[in-house]
């Protein structure tokens, strides 16, 4: 889910978003768990975003600490605040998304891989560390792993499970138009929203022609509440995908092919690893970049010129022109 750098002042478009999309997963897991269906135990998100919460104010101040730094969290309220929101929507993003029954573990395990990934899997760019994998997903597809007996992704239906048909098409509709001018305005991907679905309706058609698959079916997954939320929120975090938009359609059209290619293999969560495999793939590409970059020969610059005494003048007047 989306995140952003938590120092920024209070007119940062990446901060703006990041307060904007924490109310938003708020107030969906109140309506969801009151109103649309939310099968998880009532716990579940309180574990999670305490989880959350405790990890994240734990390896910052060991960070801090390490690398002899003020921790971010510190010198105001708000600081505090504006630190916790990843944590808080990497907690509920986690909660919302896997179905444990009634076992909290592994959602704890995940939220803890999602904190844990930020200062663990970093790679210096430009002498600045930054972590390049999607937090939540990240800790989703690690628990999805290594618990696929206990744990599976919450069920498409219990978006809108109890709404009926007018809430069937208002939620994903707000959801989609809501999403929408968050991406367009402030975290500026839409160029790798369109990527990703460019790319998904050609692997739909490419499974159709090349092995059968059903396109219709394939297409009709664009529809759902859970697409919709990856698409918005999840695949278009400002933190962990390109800048440029070119490199944003290349993102996500690789997400998208990645996908088909788990589908086609039979991998069930498709979506999630698709994500993971594309960090991976383009955090080895960005350490191999700055590896390159660290190798190459620092440029000799001129040597500036003395100033010119009486003696020296004389001579250069002296001498041949050339």
Not at 67 to 75: Q, W
Not at 201 to 217: C, E, I, K, Y
Request: proline share 8%; charged share 15%; glycine share 8%.
């Amino acid at each position: 889910m989306p995140e952003a750098t938590t120092t920024s002042r209070p007119k940062d478009p990446g901060l703006t978003a990041l307060r904007r999309f924490a109310i938003s997963i708020t107030a969906f897991n109140i309506v969801g768990y009151l109103y649309l269906g939310f099968e998880q135990a009532y716990l579940t998100p309180v574990a999670a975003v305490l989880t959350a919460y405790a990890t994240s104010l734990l390896l910052e101040t060991v960070d801090a600490w390490a690398r002899h730094r003020p921790a971010r969290y510190r010198g105001s309220p708000v600081n505090l605040v504006n630190f916790l929101l990843p944590a808080h929507i990497a907690g509920l993003a986690c909660s919302m998304l896997l179905y444990g029954n009634d076992r909290l573990l592994p959602t704890v395990f995940a939220v803890t891989v999602a904190i844990a990934s930020k200062y663990a899997l970093r790679v210096r760019v430009d002498g600045v560390p930054r972590h390049l994998f999607n937090p939540s997903n990240l800790g989703i597809s690690v628990t999805l792993l290594c618990f696929s007996s206990w744990m599976a992704i919450a069920p498409p239906y219990q978006f809108t499970e109890y709404g009926g048909a007018p809430v069937d098409i208002i939620l994903p509709a707000a959801i989609l138009v809501s999403g929408t001018m968050l991406n367009g305005k402030l975290t500026r991907r839409l160029p790798l929203i369109a990527g990703w679905l460019g790319g998904f309706v050609v692997q739909a058609v490419l499974r159709g022609l090349l092995f059968g698959d059903s396109t219709a079916s394939a297409l009709l997954t664009m529809v759902g509440v859970a697409f919709i939320l990856f698409t918005n929120y999840m695949i278009t975090d400002p933190v962990t995908t390109p800048r440029t938009p070119s490199a944003q359609m290349v993102f996500g059209a690789a997400t998208a092919l990645v996908y088909g290619a788990l589908v086609v293999a039979h991998i069930t969560f498709g979506l999630f690893y698709a994500l993971t495999l594309v960090c991976a793939g383009r955090t080895v590409l960005t350490w191999a970049g700055q590896r390159r970059r660290a190798r190459r020969p620092a440029p000799v610059l001129p040597v500036p010129d003395e100033e010119p005494t009486p003696e020296t003048a004389a001579a250069r007047v002296a001498e041949p022109a050339l």
